[in-house]
């Protein structure tokens, strides 16, 4: 018998078992449909296989092997189930002996399934097992590698020990898991993106790198200080809410070729590093909770030499922004971002970049409306966002040809806020409203209301 008809025997079972003797499956259909489905995967793949047996590995010997192993248990355990039924099927006795049957039989389904669920079990394994045995024998001159998973099987040793001419990486799961130390080995990386990974100190090793990305979910709990080592580095992305676990702050790469650097904490980070980086075009900086951080980025060079094109800070609670006059006057920032308290702040002081196309509040405590500045100031907004408190007054007022590129209005759990009014020729290009219940807005921005 071929090595491939072994497997389509198993299936021809588990046709007549789901559906000659359909009546007695009850709890075990789909665990037995399943494992018909991974037996047919087996089948194709020994197929392929009985077909260039003469070029066999060791891999493809034990792997054949244990296929045909899992096969025949497979084979038992139904064959087991449909004697069983048959022998119920062709006695004939009392009610009393044929409801003790059916109970035995309940037990036995329970049994069946139990077996079913252990041979997927071991088909899960196996399949693992020879994933990472073939990464150690294909593939070695890979230079990108992307995988995206829900399953916790996945094991990155492989990839990271064998691949060791990969230039992009890229590995999204959400387990909390560890790299090894093997991926400081892939010396020629440029592109790196993981998720739910505590990184190793070797990636110190990896001079050539261009992007990092660690902006996926929060389970990146630890990251070594290491990141001065990448001097090549141009992108640098993170999940901006979480203090990652070090002895001493984070430091950042001054070599002066970072353009992005997205998501820092100043819990975590050293920020006075921004004061050596003059090539920052997208800047974020969350958790600054004291006068000195807030300094440090105010004196950052790519600020101060206006390179920045999108800025996001955001402070602690305690804090306030006291001004924003470094950036007042800059004609290269396009879209602001800033979390904090600005009620200190008179609204005839012209504290925002009068080239702003996006703009976000949270959290200002503004008690005067802004809403007359921002409109006769900011002629190109074209977002414009207020949230969570970043206005403490009942009424809104969007004067006469204000706002007259705005396209995107925002304004969402402003627990005061009673009322939108908007003056003729004010908003002329919005599409879309969004605003919390209970707001009277006027009439003609009704089916923009979202």
């Not at 916790?152 to 064998?162: I, L």
């Not at 709990?221 to 993170?238: A, C, D, G, I, S």
């Not at 908003?427 to 009439?443: A, C, E, F, R």
Request: charged fraction near 25%.
């Amino acid at each position: 018998m071929s090595i491939e008809s072994v497997v389509s025997v198993v299936i021809q079972r588990i046709g007549v078992l789901l559906y000659e003797e359909i009546k007695f499956l009850t709890d075990v259909e789909g665990e037995v449909n399943n494992l018909s489905m991974e037996l047919k995967a087996m089948q194709s793949y020994l197929r392929d296989a009985e077909a260039r047996q003469e070029n066999f590995d060791q891999v493809d010997r034990i792997k054949v092997r244990e296929i045909i192993k899992i096969a025949y248990d497979a084979e038992d355990v139904i064959e087991s189930f449909i004697l069983n039924c048959e022998y119920r099927s062709m006695r004939k006795e009392s009610h009393l002996w044929k409801y003790f049957c059916f109970c035995c039989s309940l037990v036995h389904i329970h049994q069946i399934g139990k077996e079913v669920v252990a041979i997927q079990k071991r088909i899960q394994v196996t399949t693992t097992m020879f994933e990472r045995l073939q990464l150690t024998t294909q593939n070695s001159h890979l230079r990108s590698f992307v995988y995206w998973t829900r399953s916790s099987n996945f094991d990155p040793r492989p990839v990271c020990e064998n691949f060791r001419f990969l230039r992009v990486l890229h590995i999204d799961q959400d387990i909390e898991s560890e790299l090894p130390e093997a991926l400081g080995d892939l010396i020629f990386l440029r592109y790196l993106k993981i998720c739910s990974y505590n990184v190793p100190r070797s990636l110190g090793n990896l001079h050539r790198l261009l992007i990092v990305d660690f902006s996926g979910p929060p389970l990146l709990l630890e990251l070594p200080n290491v990141f001065m080592k990448l001097e090549q580095l141009r992108h640098l992305y993170l999940y901006p809410y979480i203090v990652l676990a070090a002895a001493s702050q984070l430091r950042l790469p001054t070599s002066g070729n970072l353009q992005t650097l997205c998501g820092i904490s100043a819990k975590s980070w050293r920020v006075k590093d921004l004061e050596q980086l003059s090539h920052l075009r997208k800047l974020m900086v969350t958790g600054i909770a004291s006068m000195e951080e807030l300094e440090s980025v105010w004196k950052c060079p790519s600020i101060t030499s206006d390179r920045v094109h999108m800025l996001r800070l955001e402070v602690e609670d305690e804090m306030e922004l006291p001004s924003l006059g470094p950036i007042s006057h800059s004609h290269n920032l396009s879209s602001l971002y800033l979390r904090g308290s600005l009620r200190q702040l008179p609204l005839d002081y012209e504290g925002f970049p009068r080239n702003l196309t996006k703009l976000i509040l949270t959290d200002s405590k503004l008690s005067q409306d802004p809403m007359p500045f921002l409109g006769s100031n900011l002629s190109y907004l074209k977002y414009l966002c207020l949230r969570w408190d970043a206005y403490t007054g009942s009424e809104m007022v969007c004067k006469e040809n204000s706002f007259l590129a705005l396209e995107k209005l925002e304004l969402y759990w402003l627990p005061n806020l009673r009322s939108l009014k908007v003056e003729n020729g004010a908003l002329p290009q919005l599409k879309y409203l969004g605003i919390q219940d209970g707001v009277q807005i006027p009439q003609r921005l009704e089916s923009l209301r979202k």
